[in-house]
C-alpha cells in the first residue's frame, strides 16, 4: 500500500523531493511514523521543521476528520501544510 | 475640507481638451472615504444607465484616499473606477506603485477622466498645471517602454499595446504594478489616452501628525516581526501560497479540473526565491513588506516576478512548471498590459475547448511552445488572440464551452478553487465586480490563513464573504493594499502549531462563532487596528472596525444598485458549473453548494430573495439612488 507524502519546501530540501512515498500505513500517524523515519535530523530540529504544518489526507486538513487517526489508503496523498498569504 | 484630503477633484475633459478643479465633497468623503468608494458614486452619479463602456460616455475615475500621500506602509495604491467593458458592470481595481502619492502630492483627490480624444493623447499635470500632449511617439509602445520615455520627474499610470488595443481585460500600469481586473485599460485606451503623469508638492495636512508618526513607527515594527508580513512575503512574496493551495487541493490545474498539480513546488515562491530571485526593487513605494520579487528574464534584463495569481493561472492551471516560461509570460503580460488572471483563466479555456474540437488555439497544456506569441497575439488582437482577447465568457458564447468557462460575471476566477473554500466561493458569487478574491479575501480565513475553517461545515459561510468584502470596500477606499489585513492574526497564532489542542480548539471556535463574528465585526467601538488608527489620526475622525462595516457595506450596496442598474441580475450570483456540479475531492460527489448559501446571503445583505437591496437597507446605509 503506498501514500504519497507531499513535504513542506524546506522538508523538501532535506531530502532532495518534494514527496515521499511511504507503504504499510494505515493512518496518518503511521505516515507520520514512517515519514520521520526518511529524516536524520535530530528530534528538535524535525519538530523545528514540521511544527506549523498543518497535515491534509488528500487536501482535507485532518482535524476536520479524525485527527492523526484519520485512515489512509493505497493511492492517498498526505500533505505538510503551511499557512500562507498573498494574492 | 476634512485633513488628510487635497480637497480637489480634477476633470478633464478629452473632447474639448478642457480641465476644471472643483472641491471634494466632504459629505460624500464621509461616507465614502475615497479611492473606490468615492468613485463608484461619481460613477453612478455622472453615468446615464445603459452607456457602451468604450465609449466616451463612461468616464475613467482615479481616486485615491486620505491615506495616500502618507508614509504609512501599503498606502501608497489609487483606484481606478469605470463601467466594466468585461462584465458590464461596475469596473474598478486598484493599483501599487508610487503613482497615489505622486497625484496627490499634486493636490488632487479624484481625477476624472471624460470624452475620448480623437488621437493619442498623454496627460501631465504639475501641481496646478494641466496639460494635453500628443502621444502618437508612444503609441503601441510597451508599459515598460512607455514610462521610461516619460522619464523619471513624473510618476506615470500608463497603458501598452492590450489597452489600445481594448483588449477587454486590459489593465493601467504603474512602476511594474498593475490595476489589472475588470478591463480598466481597454476603457483608457478607448480614450486614446496613453499615459498620465504626475508630480507635484502640495503638502498634505493631518489632524495628529504626531500620533500618526509616533503610531506609524509602532506598525513598522509590528510588521518587521509578523510572521507573513515581515516574514513569508518578505522572503517568499505572495508565491509561497502555491504549496498550500496545492496542499489544500485547491490550486487551479488544467482549467480547474483538478485542483492539484504534481509539479507545483517548482513554481512556488519558495522555489522562485532560491533560483529566479534578484531583487525586490519592484515593490510599492514606502511599504516595508517588499513582496515584489524581481527575476531576469532573457533577452530582456531585470522585471518584476510573478505573483501568485499568475503563477497559478499561468502555471498549473496550464499544467506549465518550468518557471522560466512564466517568469517571460508574466513580463510579456505586463509590457502589453493585461491581466495574468484573466489571460490565464482565457488561454486555459482555450486550450479545453481545443481539446473538444471547438476551436483551434494551437496550444495545448503542458507544452510551452507557442504560448509567448498567442500572448501577444492577444495584446494586439491578432489571429486567434482577437478571440481571446474578449476573455472566457464571450468566447463560450461564440464556440460553446459554457460549462467550463471558469467566470463569474464575466471575470476569470482567481486562483482558489472555491469547492475547497466555500465562503471564498460565496465571494466569487457575490462580488460586484466578478470573480475575484481581493474584494474581501475569504480564503485566507477560510482555508490559506493560519486558523482555518472546516470548508463543509456550511455554519459561517454565509457570514464571512460579507464581513470581508465590506472591508475589502473599505480598505480599497483608504486606498490600503489588501494585504495589509493579513496582519490581523497576531504571531502567537502563526506561531502555534496546527495540530495542537488550542490551535484546533481556536479554529472550532472560529467556526461555530456564527452571528457573533458579524455582531463583533460591527462594534462601533474604539480604533484598534491600524488602518482604523491611521484613519482616525489623519482625518480627526474616529473609525472603528464597525463604522469601516457600515461604509464598506454602503460601498458594496452602491456597487450592487448600479449593477442591477446596468441589466446584471441575481443569475450572475453564480459560479461556473463546473464548480458547482464538478467534485474535486475524493471523498465527495458534488461541487460547491452554493444554492444553500446564497438565500442565507441575500438575506443577511437586506437582499430580497432577487437579490435587490431593500428600501429599508438602503435608507439605513443612507444610499441616495
Ligand atoms: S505588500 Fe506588496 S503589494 Fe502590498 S503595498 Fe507592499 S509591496 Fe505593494
Given amino acids: 500500500m503506498s501514500i504519497t507524502v507531499q513535504l513542506t519546501y524546506d522538508m523538501a530540501r532535506e531530502v532532495g523531493s518534494p514527496t515521499i512515498q511511504v507503504s504499510g500505513a494505515e493512518t496518518v500517524n503511521d505516515v507520520l511514523r514512517l515519514t520521520r523515519q526518511r529524516f536524520s535530523q535530530d528530534e528538535e530540529s524535525y519538530a523545528n521543521l514540521t511544527r506549523v504544518a498543518a497535515l491534509a489526507v488528500n487536501g482535507v486538513l485532518i482535524s476536520y476528520r479524525r485527527g492523526k487517526k484519520t485512515k489512509v489508503q493505497d493511492g492517498d496523498r498526505v500533505s505538510f501544510v503551511k499557512a500562507a498569504a498573498g494574492g | ?625
Fill in chain 2, 1 to 625: 475640507m476634512i485633513k488628510g484630503y487635497a480637497g480637489r477633484i480634477l476633470t478633464v475633459n478629452l473632447d474639448t481638451q478642457e480641465h476644471h478643479f472643483e472641491p471634494l465633497d466632504e459629505e460624500l468623503a464621509r461616507l465614502y472615504i475615497g479611492g473606490k468608494g468615492y468613485g463608484v458614486r461619481l460613477l453612478y452619479d455622472l453615468t446615464e444607465p445603459g452607456i457602451d463602456p468604450l465609449s466616451p460616455e463612461n468616464p475613467l475615475i482615479f481616486a485615491t484616499g486620505p491615506l495616500n500621500g502618507s508614509v504609512a506602509p501599503q498606502s501608497n495604491r489609487f483606484a481606478v473606477v469605470c463601467k466594466s467593458p468585461l462584465t458590464g458592470g461596475i469596473g474598478n481595481a486598484t493599483c501599487g506603485g508610487s503613482f497615489a502619492y505622486a497625484l496627490k502630492r499634486a493636490g488632487i483627490d479624484v481625477l476624472i477622466i471624460r470624452g475620448a480624444a480623437s488621437a493619442p493623447y498623454r496627460l501631465e499635470i504639475e501641481n496646478d498645471e494641466v496639460r494635453l500632449l500628443p502621444a502618437d511617439d508612444l503609441w503601441g509602445e510597451g508599459t515598460y517602454a512607455t514610462q521610461k520615455k516619460l522619464g523619471k520627474k513624473f510618476k506615470h499610470a500608463v497603458i501598452g499595446p492590450a489597452g489600445e488595443n481594448k483588449v477587454l481585460y486590459a489593465g493601467i500600469v504603474s512602476d511594474e504594478r498593475i490595476a489589472g481586473r475588470t478591463g480598466v485599460g481597454a476603457v483608457m485606451g478607448s480614450k486614446n489616452l496613453k499615459a498620465v503623469s504626475v508630480t507635484g508638492n502640495h503638502k498634505l495636512e493631518m489632524d495628529d501628525p504626531e500620533a500618526f508618526k509616533a503610531y506609524t513607527k509602532t506598525v513598522r515594527k509590528l510588521f518587521k516581526e509578523h510572521p507573513v508580513l515581515g516574514e513569508s512575503m518578505k522572503r517568499f512574496g505572495t508565491g509561497a501560497i502555491v504549496n498550500t493551495t496545492n496542499g489544500r487541493n485547491i490550486l487551479p490545474t488544467r482549467n480547474f479540473k483538478y485542483g492539484h498539480f504534481d509539479e507545483a513546488m517548482s513554481i512556488s515562491g519558495e522555489h522562485l526565491e532560491e533560483h529566479e530571485l534578484v531583487g525586490v526593487k519592484s515593490s510599492c513605494m514606502h511599504c516595508p513588506v517588499t513582496c515584489g520579487r524581481d527575476v531576469e528574464v532573457e533577452g530582456v534584463g531585470r522585471v518584476k516576478g510573478p505573483e501568485y495569481e499568475t503563477l497559478a493561472l499561468l502555471g498549473s492551471n496550464l499544467e506549465i512548471s518550468d518557471l522560466k516560461h512564466i517568469n517571460e509570460w508574466n513580463y510579456l503580460a505586463d509590457d502589453l498590459g493585461m491581466d495574468t488572471i484573466s489571460l490565464g483563466g482565457t488561454i486555459s479555456f482555450a486550450m479545453e475547448l481545443q481539446e473538444k474540437g471547438a476551436f483551434d488555439v494551437g496550444v495545448k497544456f503542458g507544452d510551452p511552445t507557442g504560448l509567448s506569441e498567442l500572448i501577444r497575439n492577444i495584446g494586439h488582437r491578432q489571429g486567434v488572440g482577437d478571440d481571446l482577447a474578449d476573455g472566457s465568457r464571450r468566447m463560450s458564447e461564440r464556440f460553446g464551452g459554457m460549462e467550463f468557462a471558469m467566470h463569474v460575471k464575466g471575470l476569470e476566477l482567481s486562483a482558489y478553487d472555491p469547492r475547497g473554500s466555500y465562503a471564498q466561493g460565496v465571494e466569487y458569487a457575490t462580488t460586484n465586480r466578478g470573480g475575484c478574491h481581493v474584494q474581501g479575501a475569504s480564503m485566507y480565513l477560510e482555508s490559506i490563513g493560519p486558523l482555518t475553517i472546516n470548508p463543509r461545515n456550511l455554519k459561517l459561510k454565509a457570514d464571512i464573504p460579507i464581513v470581508q468584502q465590506n472591508l475589502g470596500c473599505a480598505i480599497n477606499s483608504m486606498v490600503l493594499c489588501i494585504f495589509s489585513t493579513y496582519g490581523m492574526f497576531p504571531a502567537a497564532i502563526h506561531n502555534m502549531s496546527p495540530n495542537s489542542f488550542t490551535h484546533r480548539l481556536l479554529s472550532r471556535l472560529m467556526e461555530n462563532m456564527g452571528p457573533l463574528f458579524r455582531g463583533f465585526m460591527g462594534i462601533k467601538g474604539k480604533p484598534m487596528l491600524w488602518w482604523e488608527k491611521w484613519l482616525t489620526h489623519i482625518t480627526g475622525q474616529k473609525m472603528s472596525g464597525g463604522h469601516l462595516q457600515e461604509i464598506g457595506a454602503r460601498i458594496f450596496n452602491l456597487e450592487r444598485i448600479y449593477n442591477l442598474r446596468e441589466g446584471l441580475t441575481q443569475e450572475q450570483d453564480t459560479l461556473p458549473s463546473r464548480i458547482l456540479n464538478e467534485p474535486i475531492f475524493s471523498d465527495t460527489t458534488t461541487g460547491h453548494p452554493l444554492d444553500q448559501l446564497l438565500p442565507r446571503y441575500y438575506k443577511l445583505r437586506g437582499w430580497d430573495k432577487n437579490g435587490v437591496p431593500t428600501a429599508k437597507t438602503l435608507k439605513g446605509l443612507q444610499i441616495r439612488t
